[in-house]
């Protein structure tokens, strides 16, 4: 199985920081692209942020210029720092993974099960 664990949610102040984090362990052959994704209440899902395996970065033009997306390939590791925060990215942010099981399979996505983001002062 193919697992996603994220961590590094919580509480912040207008103007603080968080830092995300989303490892993929598991029995896999490669991982193309791991993004994030936001959900607010009452508001569609959201692409923040991704990352392809060979290296570009696309934001959301809500978080362009304060948030950075990097990855760790060895570590099968993707980081979302969240700087200048707002209530508005008040959200749970879940991360996604396109994942290919074997040599000869196709790329599927995997998600981890979120984890809340709470920007208020």
């Known amino acids: 199985q193919v697992q996603l664990v994220e961590s590094g949610g919580g509480l912040v102040q207008p103007g603080g920081s968080l830092r995300l984090s989303c490892a993929v362990s598991?029995?896999?052959?490669?991982?193309?692209?791991i993004s994030w994704y936001r959900e607010a209440p009452g508001k569609s899902r959201e692409l923040v942020a991704s990352?392809?395996?060979?290296?570009?970065?696309n934001y959301a033009d809500s978080v362009k210029g304060r948030f950075t997306i990097s990855r760790d390939n060895a570590k099968n590791t993707v980081y979302l720092q969240m700087n200048s925060l707002k209530p508005e990215d008040t959200a749970v942010y879940r991360c996604?993974?396109?994942?290919?099981?074997?040599?000869?399979?196709?790329?599927?996505?995997?998600w981890g099960q979120g984890t809340q983001v709470t920007v208020s002062s």
């Open positions: 996604n993974a396109e994942v290919k099981r074997g040599l000869g399979g196709n790329y599927v996505d995997y």
């Open positions: 598991g029995r896999f052959f490669s991982i193309n692209a």
């Open positions: 990352r392809s395996s060979g290296g570009t970065s």
